[in-house]
């Protein structure tokens, strides 16, 4: 199992955090805003996490690929 990148740790921790205050927001009663702004931004965070994770693999794979066919 590949080890995630560090960019895609911090944004999967700030989309956790994010929507953590949406719940929490929600749980005390909070006016709307922290709850939008809450899941909007940990959605956004996680959402990025998740795209780095992928971008970093696609690019090992090219440069796995461009090994195999000794290009450089």
């Known amino acids: 199992m590949r080890t995630l ?3 895609a740790k911090n944004n999967i921790i700030w989309g956790i955090a994010g929507i953590a205050l949406g719940v929490a927001a929600i749980y005390l009663g909070w006016d709307w ?4 702004l809450g899941f909007g931004f940990g959605a956004v965070m996680f959402g990025l996490g998740i795209w780095t994770i992928q971008s970093d ?3 090992e ?3 796995r690929q461009a090994k195999e066919l000794d290009i450089e």
């Open 5 to 7: 990148p560090a960019k």
């Open 33 to 36: 805003k922290p709850m939008v």
């Open 57 to 59: 693999r696609r690019i």
């Open 61 to 63: 794979d090219l440069k």
